[in-house]
């Protein structure tokens, strides 16, 4: 999808202690490397963690996505 930024995004972060497989954060910046992503974060909605950080940051990227093409940032 051209001129789409992706963002990886984990979700349940609050069950990451009581999860038997979790995602190993090799595995996370793998992925975020070969689908173009932005960046990679985790959430979580029953804590209301970090929510808000995404939020600001896919703001950020809309924004001013030049600042990623200055930096050659692979995510459009």
């Not at 990886?8 to 070969?34: C, P, S």
């Amino acid at each position: 999808m051209p001129n789409v930024p992706l963002v990886l995004v984990g979700t349940k972060n609050d069950l990451k202690y009581r999860a038997r497989n979790t995602v190993q954060i090799d595995d996370v910046e793998r992925v975020t490397f070969e689908i173009g992503a932005c960046f990679h974060t985790v959430c979580s909605a029953v804590l209301d963690s970090d929510i808000q950080f995404l939020m600001i940051q896919i703001a950020q990227i809309l924004k001013e996505p030049e600042k990623l093409l200055k930096k050659k940032k692979k995510c459009f």
